[in-house]
């Protein structure tokens, strides 16, 4: 098999086996842009290398044979002690993974090559800022030397020069600092930097293909959900130096905000530099538009080329390049990662461009972006100066106890604590605080730093670069210009939509594109491409999106957010606040006329909860979900009923006669495992009073709005079914309860009778409760609970984080679902439900309905609609419609 492409072999379709950073350099190549030659080791070799520990046979001599012509190409030969060809070699994966893996820069020098590089270029600085970079890199890279090492060996170098930048260091102190990095290379590993440039481009490969299972890389993947044995490409590529002088330099660009999605080109440069330096931060990069005058021959030639990108990839482009004495080359491209409302004010503008159609747009946007969007902000602040501003790299609004390192981050959340992880910058290693963190705010670096990409990545917030603030991560704490001390464990607020940070928890409010689904207003381009994207999901999407509400408020606001009726009326909801003293005399009655009293006094409150909801969904389907939580939910906590009376047993009072019935009832209902105990359908059998009003309720709320003109059309669902025949036993029920109704109010009360699926019998046995059931409501988180035999309150925090970790699951099941074992349930059941009764109605109303992942598996499985909380129809609506182009 072919292991080696040189960038002229290969192209953008090719992500698989070259990596998408492989495949960009051969896209570029082929596009004649200015790319320095190289070639590109596939994922396969990497593969195998992972799996064997060994390079697959022949790999070398291809390299070798690569190497050559490269050589030939640059008109330099590696290890040449007059003039040496320097190459990079660098990591990447089919997806991006920003700074996750590892590169080493500046291969082939050694004591002997330095030299002649000095001499020929004539620059010693420059041929010994490089040389000191491999040392590093290799060091840490492939020796898996500590970073902090060579940094502190770099800090007292200078610090003894009274130097606060790295620029100020002349090529003798470089010279030394490379004997002090040889050194410590030295007495570390006890053997020599290695002085053969083969052996420090094998090496390098070797660490790279490492690289992928480094524990950043995993959690990173992890969290990204990409596969963890993809493997990495390795790109051997001949450097270009932007480190030269104050003439070169290296940046990176994007083809439109990032941040914001305007149009032009954004981005950082710094001059005298090379590689990390402007992402990670060392000094401050200025913003790409200052090249304009620095190098106006690159900056323009820059703009065309990102001109031609753009349109080659009909899409947001994110470029790193160098100049090395006034030549531009670019050194990497990519589809560039972007914020949420980015991501929908470019799909907008590249359909109004005519890059890409409307079905396209939609591809190009995702369920969970407009769920971020939909997030609450920061209501204003009125004149409340803020502790300090920054750049606002991601956006949003984020609330937290100030941290100060990433293991406390973790450790904090752990615990359920919300956090801001407050850094100078943030390296690679600061991941798992980043994931742990609510925010991330850093005093140095700018929108292309590594806390700002990374941030972006994941969807949180960030302001960085607020260089004001004195970051102290050893005292745990910060100070901002006026003399405020932060300390660890305040709360503080982190705006990523304007870049401030405020002291305390500030009040949230709206969002922009949510105030337009409440009220209409708005009319900014964010809200506009919102708006046509939806319009278009609106037309392609087969599914219905309904809402979970159980108020007339929650019913009238799932309107305006685009749901199509209610998928979830809970009914419990309205048991809550004063009604429950009413439930408490229900269930404490020992006579029929006792109880009948209380269930007298509840009818019309149960009424009136349904007319109004009716009202507000006028027209579209209500689904009416009769009682279903364990009746001792509505009476008070058994421990503590039991301290109260035995404390005044203990003050020698009489006991009151009320508690004292209570506590017998709590104590008769008490059950070991109430999740599976008496409720839902069994409730409804054993207490046939309580549904009977309930649905008298419902059909008297029915002639009420047919009297007054209105279509209300709702649909009576029976929970936690697990046989036919307790469904049947309901119906009969119910029905008798609709005809008495519709003989003494003459209104037609008929309605869809039809069931929840929640319990894995239900599923099984699905053709037989089809003979009954004009309608199946996946409730998914019950299922989700009965099939795997997780209870959710205790297992979410008692094992998860372990299952998690292992990777016997990579999200929580019950957030997004378990597509193999509950979603075949929901085949199956769906498949012989229909196959009983063809016009089966089938939709699912648990958490998972407005869950990005499972609306797709609800669409491929042919189900009718979802149904989810107000805020996330919007998000159902797209991803519906995501799913079906
Ligand atoms: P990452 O995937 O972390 O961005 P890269 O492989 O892109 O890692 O390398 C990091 C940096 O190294 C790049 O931003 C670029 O500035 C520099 N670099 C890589 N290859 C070369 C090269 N051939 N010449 C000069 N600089 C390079
Ligand atoms: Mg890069
Ligand atoms: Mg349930």
């Known amino acids: 098999a072919k292991n080696v492409y040189d960038f002229t072999e290969g192209g953008r379709e090719m992500a698989g086996l070259l990596g998408g950073k492989g495949a960009g350099l051969a896209e570029m190549t082929k596009m004649g842009l200015p790319v320095p030659p190289g070639f590109t080791v596939t994922t396969e070799a990497c593969r195998h290398y992972l799996r064997t520990g060994t390079e697959p046979g022949g790999l070398r001599r291809e390299i070798e044979k690569h190497l050559a012509a490269l050589e030939h190409t640059a008109g330099r030969r590696l290890g040449d002690v007059h003039e040496p060809l320097l190459l990079s070699v660098r990591s990447g994966g089919r997806n991006s993974m920003p700074g996750m893996m590892e590169t080493v820069l500046d291969i082939g020098l050694t004591d002997a090559t330095v030299r002649g590089l000095a001499e020929t270029a004539r620059q010693e600085r420059f041929a010994y800022d490089s040389y000191r970079r491999l040392l590093q890199m290799y060091g840490t890279t492939v020796l898996g030397l500590d970073r902090g090492l060579f940094d502190g060996a770099l800090h007292r170098m200078k610090a003894d020069r009274g130097l606060t930048d790295d620029a100020g260091l002349d090529a003798a102190d470089l010279t030394g600092l490379v004997e002090v990095y040889k050194a410590l290379i030295r007495s570390a590993t006890g053997a020599d930097f290695p002085q053969d440039p083969r052996e420090q481009l094998y090496e390098a490969i070797r660490a790279v293909f490492r690289s992928w299972n480094s524990e950043r890389a995993r959690l990173y993947r992890r969290r990204e959900h990409i596969p963890d044995d993809l493997g990495t490409a390795v790109n051997i590529q001949m450097m270009v130096f932007g480190n030269y002088g104050p003439d070169s330099g290296t940046g990176v660009a994007f083809t439109r905000d990032p941040a914001t999605g305007q149009r032009g080109v954004y981005g950082d440069y710094l001059s005298g530099a090379q590689g990390e330096d402007v992402v990670s931060g060392v000094r401050n990069a200025v913003p790409l538009t200052e090249l304009r005058h620095l190098d106006p021959a690159s900056y323009r030639a820059l703009g065309d080329f990102t001109g031609l990108l753009e349109t080659h990839y009909r899409d947001l482009c994110d470029i790193e390049f160098t100049i090395e004495r006034g030549r531009l080359w670019l050194l990497q491209t990519r589809v560039g990662k972007r914020t949420a409302e980015a991501a929908f004010r470019i799909a907008a503008q590249l359909v109004d461009e005519g890059l890409i159609d409307e079905d396209e747009a939609l591809a190009r946007v995702t369920g969970e972006q407009l769920g971020r969007l939909l997030f609450p902000r920061f209501a204003a602040t009125g004149d409340r100066p803020p502790l300090a501003r920054g750049i606002p790299a991601s956006p949003g609004a984020a609330t937290g106890a100030a941290v100060f390192d990433s293991a406390e981050a973790v450790r904090r959340a752990a615990a359920g604590e919300k956090v801001v992880l407050v850094r100078r910058e943030t390296t690679p290693d600061d991941l798992p605080g980043m994931v742990a963190a609510q925010a991330v705010l850093t005093s140095r670096g700018g929108k292309t730093s590594h806390a700002a990409v990374v941030a972006r990545g994941m969807g949180k917030v960030c302001v960085c670069g607020a260089e004001q603030l004195k970051v102290e991560p050893a005292l745990r704490r910060f100070t901002t210009s006026e003399g405020t001390v932060i300390t660890e464990g305040s709360v503080i607020s982190v705006d990523g939509t304007n ?387």
């Open 499 to 885: 870049g401030t940070v405020h002291v305390g928890a500030l009040p949230l409010e709206d969002s922009p594109v949510a105030a337009y689904f409440e009220h209409g207003t708005g009319d900014g381009d964010l809200v506009k491409a919102v708006d046509r994207i939806l319009r278009r999901a609106d037309e392609v999407r087969r599914m219905e999106v309904r809402a979970n509400a159980d108020t007339p408020q929650d019913a009238a606001r799932a309107r305006r957010f685009g749901a199509q009726g209610i998928g979830l009326c809970r009914t419990e909801h309205m048991f809550l606040g004063e009604r429950r003293r009413l439930v408490e005399a229900m269930i404490l009655a020992r006579t029929d006329p006792e109880r009948r009293a209380a269930l007298d006094a509840l009818l019309p409150l149960q009424r009136a909860d349904f007319t109004g909801i009716l009202e507000a969904m006028d027209g579209l389907p209500v689904t009416i979900r009769l009682l279903d939580p364990p009746l001792h939910e509505f009476l008070p906590d058994r421990t503590e009923l039991t301290a109260a009376l035995a404390a005044a047993e203990a003050r020698g009072e009489t006991p009151d006669p009320h508690a004292t019935a209570l506590l017998a009832a709590v104590n008769r209902m008490h059950e070991a495992n109430p999740m599976l105990g008496l409720r839902g359908v069994r409730l409804a059998l054993v207490a046939p009073g309580l549904i009977a009003m309930q649905v008298r309720a419902i059909a008297e709320a029915v002639a009420e709005r047919h009297a007054a003109g209105g279509d209300p059309r709702p649909e009576i669902m029976v929970p936690l079914v697990a046989s036919e025949l307790e469904l049947h036993l309901v119906k009969t029920e119910i029905k008798r309860v609709l005809a008495e109704v519709a003989a003494e109010t003459g209104a037609v009360t008929g309605c869809p009778i039809g069931t929840m699926i929640e319990l894995p019998r239900a599923a099984l046995t699905a053709g037989r409760i089809a003979e009954e059931a004009e309608f199946f409501s996946y409730g998914t988180n019950d299922l989700t609970q009965t099939v795997w035999g997780f209870s959710r309150d205790d297992v979410e925090a008692a094992f998860f984080p372990a299952y998690l970790e292992k990777g016997i699951f990579d999200t929580s099941p019950f957030e997004t679902l378990d597509t193999q074992g509950v979603g075949r349930m929901i085949e199956i059941a769906t498949a012989e439900g229909r196959a009983v009764r063809p016009d089966l109605e089938t939709g699912v109303c648990g958490e998972h309905g407005g869950d990005p992942a499972s609306v797709r598996f609800f669409h491929h499985a042919g189900l009718d609609y979802v149904s989810c909380s107000p805020f996330r129809v919007p998000v159902a609506r797209l991803e519906a419609a995501r799913a079906s182009v």
